[in-house]
């Protein structure tokens, strides 16, 4: 239990100080309760001494009042400490997960499934978020009453005391023995709730794929077992619980009884007053109360130690930025020297080099697969070389902070990724302190001001997650307007126009234009035109490369003059 306790206390990072606030305030709110029980103690002294003026029982009001409004304030006060610790907790974690993912290397989203970190920052953070300050505050502020209340007990009775102790003591040993034996079910219980969220998500987002093929209902097996296996690992911790439970349950009232009986033979015997002997009672049961809200919140605890233990694992995602500085370069050319690269066993780049200068346009060129997205990417730092090195302005390129580094190079993509908020706001994504008419004039180069115009909210459209409401021409041209407003000195075009629509082609060959004027740019290209005007052509081939420019290539590599002959091929066929 201490263990569990000390990690949330350590989890909790700054909001630490709320959660003794909460502590120390429902301690007070404990002795508040005691008034409580001078309320009933002043009504019962006189039943016993046949007082039947008002004043025992205005002094059992006033009391009374005491203690209910203390109770509330006090109540309210450590709950709105502790609700805060829980979400704003959650809330940093999260924020951290978001940040170190920022630095993981692409491989690993390629090489790993990612329903560990999906469920970390969904369900996995809810346990902790809804129950881990509040868990605390539950179990500290139940063992200090009953604490409070055994010592009461003590002064009228130390026998009743006593017995208290036992059974307080037998309740706590039952309770620690059900928390060691739910160890081993809450790691698990925590990775299904992971798988779950991952394989809903996962269904939602291809349920397109799944109607077009009349696979609903079918074809979803791994769903279904995500279903089980969590619905399983649930039910087996309520297997643990409930017999413990029971037993719990029977060990209080068998001590409830004991302390009945002993309450009646030292009356009987005369050893105890009638009000001592109510009074003891009365504050016994409440002290068993405290105790099985202790025990409630033990139960709670390991799930939230094993949540807390899976939200601690996003540490160990390996990170590249870690002994980066922030570097500005004078010069923006680029040197590949003597790189390799592998995708775990296959091998896509062996012994590369390639010179850059600043201000030319290269394109990349090859078959599927021949490595120009990772060579493009490489340069990005998306991931890191297995040898060689590559450098931006003759620093190497692990030398530079990821933001200093993603600061100097624009990405256009060909899958473009836009996020579920306004288009103004996806425009200026890469410059989020951009004006408007800064977004507006990015908007008009890119040739999709119209279209943005032509919708309910202009710029203050809120377009769908992954810019599901766009077309994929829109989605480009959006993609296209952010990296004209980065204005970034290095860019990276990834096929960008090949979602385009043809009647806008020529307006966004002007935009390119503007975009590329003394940059630094790399085109992984496929259409002769751009292939043609590029000052380098780098052709990949079976993890080598072969560079020139288009007439020199034509007459050197076979590849090349085959990959030209076969576009100029498919440019002519006609119907």
């Given at each position: 239990?201490?263990?569990?306790?000390?990690?949330?206390?350590?989890?909790?990072?700054?909001?630490?100080?709320?959660?003794?606030?909460?502590?120390?305030?429902?301690?007070?709110?404990?002795?508040?309760?005691?008034?409580?029980?001078?309320?009933?103690?002043?009504?019962?002294?006189?039943?016993?001494?046949?007082?039947?003026?008002?004043?025992?029982?205005?002094?059992?009001?006033?009391?009374?009042?005491?203690?209910?409004?203390?109770?509330?304030?006090?109540?309210?006060?450590?709950?709105?400490?502790?609700?805060?610790?829980?979400?704003?907790?959650?809330?940093?974690?999260?924020?951290?997960?978001?940040?170190?993912?920022?630095?993981?290397?692409?491989?690993?989203?390629?090489?790993?499934?990612?329903?560990?970190?999906?469920?970390?920052?969904?369900?996995?953070?809810?346990?902790?978020?809804?129950?881990?300050?509040?868990?605390?505050?539950?179990?500290?502020?139940?063992?200090?009453?009953?604490?409070?209340?055994?010592?009461?007990?003590?002064?009228?009775?130390?026998?009743?005391?006593?017995?208290?102790?036992?059974?307080?003591?037998?309740?706590?040993?039952?309770?620690?023995?059900?928390?060691?034996?739910?160890?081993?079910?809450?790691?698990?219980?925590?990775?299904?709730?992971?798988?779950?969220?991952?394989?809903?998500?996962?269904?939602?987002?291809?349920?397109?794929?799944?109607?077009?093929?009349?696979?609903?209902?079918?074809?979803?097996?791994?769903?279904?077992?995500?279903?089980?296996?969590?619905?399983?690992?649930?039910?087996?911790?309520?297997?643990?619980?409930?017999?413990?439970?029971?037993?719990?349950?029977?060990?209080?009232?068998?001590?409830?009884?004991?302390?009945?009986?002993?309450?009646?033979?030292?009356?009987?015997?005369?050893?105890?007053?009638?009000?001592?002997?109510?009074?003891?009672?009365?504050?016994?049961?409440?002290?068993?109360?405290?105790?099985?809200?202790?025990?409630?919140?033990?139960?709670?605890?390991?799930?939230?130690?094993?949540?807390?233990?899976?939200?601690?694992?996003?540490?160990?995602?390996?990170?590249?930025?870690?002994?980066?500085?922030?570097?500005?370069?004078?010069?923006?050319?680029?040197?590949?020297?003597?790189?390799?690269?592998?995708?775990?066993?296959?091998?896509?780049?062996?012994?590369?080099?390639?010179?850059?200068?600043?201000?030319?346009?290269?394109?990349?060129?090859?078959?599927?697969?021949?490595?120009?997205?990772?060579?493009?990417?490489?340069?990005?730092?998306?991931?890191?070389?297995?040898?060689?090195?590559?450098?931006?302005?003759?620093?190497?390129?692990?030398?530079?902070?990821?933001?200093?580094?993603?600061?100097?190079?624009?990405?256009?993509?060909?899958?473009?990724?836009?996020?579920?908020?306004?288009?103004?706001?996806?425009?200026?994504?890469?410059?989020?302190?951009?004006?408007?008419?800064?977004?507006?004039?990015a908007a008009k180069k890119a040739c999709c001001h119209d279209f943005i115009m032509s919708l309910p909210d202009g710029y203050s459209t809120v377009i769908g997650e992954g810019g599901a409401t766009l077309s994929g021409g829109e989605k480009q041209r959006i993609s296209i307007a952010r990296a004209i407003l980065k204005d970034a000195p290095i860019i990276i075009l990834d096929e960008a126009t090949a979602n385009v629509d043809p009647e806008n082609e020529d307006k966004l060959t002007a935009a390119f234009d503007a975009l590329t004027e003394n940059k630094t740019v790399i085109m992984i290209a496929h259409r002769l035109k751009t292939i043609r005007n590029a000052d380098k052509i780098v052709v990949l081939d079976g993890g080598a490369i072969s560079c020139g420019t288009h007439d020199e290539l034509m007459k050197t590599s076979a590849k090349?003059?085959?990959?030209?002959?076969?576009?100029?091929?498919?440019?002519?066929?006609?119907?």
């Amino acid at each position: 239990m201490l263990e569990a306790i000390k990690k949330i206390i350590s989890f909790s990072g700054q909001e630490k100080s709320k959660i003794y606030k909460a502590i120390i305030i429902s301690f007070f709110k404990s002795l508040f309760s005691m008034f409580r029980m001078a309320a009933i103690y002043f009504v019962l002294l006189a039943f016993e001494e046949g007082n039947t003026t008002m004043k025992p029982a205005w002094t059992a009001l006033i009391f009374l009042g005491i203690s209910i409004a203390g109770q509330l304030i006090l109540k309210m006060v450590a709950d709105l400490q502790a609700v805060h610790a829980g979400y704003f907790m959650s809330a940093y974690k999260r924020l951290e997960i978001a940040e170190r993912l920022k630095k993981v290397p692409m491989g690993y989203f390629n090489d790993n499934n990612l329903e560990q970190i999906t469920g970390t920052a969904t369900t996995v953070l809810d346990v902790v978020e809804n129950q881990g300050a509040n868990v605390l505050v539950l179990i500290l502020s139940g063992l200090m009453n009953a604490i409070v209340f055994l010592i009461c007990v003590l002064c009228f009775d130390w026998r009743l005391g006593l017995i208290e102790l036992v059974g307080m003591t037998i309740y706590m040993l039952i309770t620690s023995s059900m928390e060691k034996k739910s160890r081993s079910l809450s790691p698990v219980r925590q990775k299904n709730e992971a798988a779950l969220v991952s394989k809903v998500l996962e269904s939602l987002q291809g349920m397109s794929v799944i109607k077009s093929f009349n696979l609903t209902g079918k074809g979803d097996e791994a769903l279904k077992k995500a279903i089980d296996d969590n619905r399983d690992s649930n039910m087996a911790l309520e297997r643990l619980f409930i017999p413990y439970g029971e037993v719990q349950g029977v060990v209080l009232g068998a001590f409830k009884a004991l302390l009945l009986l002993v309450a009646v033979i030292l009356f009987v015997t005369g050893n105890m007053t009638i009000t001592y002997a109510l009074m003891a009672v009365i504050i016994s049961f409440q002290v068993f109360a405290d105790i099985e809200q202790t025990g409630a919140g033990l139960t709670v605890l390991r799930v939230v130690s094993s949540s807390i233990e899976e939200a601690e694992k996003v540490n160990l995602l390996p990170v590249m930025d870690e002994n980066g500085k922030e570097f500005t370069p004078e010069d923006h050319g680029i040197s590949i020297d003597h790189v390799s690269f592998s995708y775990g066993d296959n091998e896509i780049l062996n012994d590369v080099s390639l010179e850059i200068p600043e201000n030319t346009m290269t394109a990349f060129i090859g078959s599927s697969g021949a490595g120009k997205t990772t060579l493009a990417m490489l340069i990005a730092r998306f991931w890191d070389v297995n040898k060689g090195s590559i450098s931006i302005g003759g620093r190497d390129v692990r030398d530079y902070t990821l933001e200093s580094l993603m600061s100097q190079i624009s990405v256009v993509f060909q899958n473009v990724y836009l996020f579920a908020d306004t288009i103004e706001n996806n425009i200026k994504f890469g410059m989020s302190d951009a004006s408007h008419e800064q977004v507006v004039a990015a908007a008009k180069k890119a040739c999709c001001h119209d279209f943005i115009m032509s919708l309910p909210d202009g710029y203050s459209t809120v377009i769908g997650e992954g810019g599901a409401t766009l077309s994929g021409g829109e989605k480009q041209r959006i993609s296209i307007a952010r990296a004209i407003l980065k204005d970034a000195p290095i860019i990276i075009l990834d096929e960008a126009t090949a979602n385009v629509d043809p009647e806008n082609e020529d307006k966004l060959t002007a935009a390119f234009d503007a975009l590329t004027e003394n940059k630094t740019v790399i085109m992984i290209a496929h259409r002769l035109k751009t292939i043609r005007n590029a000052d380098k052509i780098v052709v990949l081939d079976g993890g080598a490369i072969s560079c020139g420019t288009h007439d020199e290539l034509m007459k050197t590599s076979a590849k090349y003059s085959n990959f030209i002959r076969l576009r100029e091929e498919a440019a002519n066929w006609k119907m």
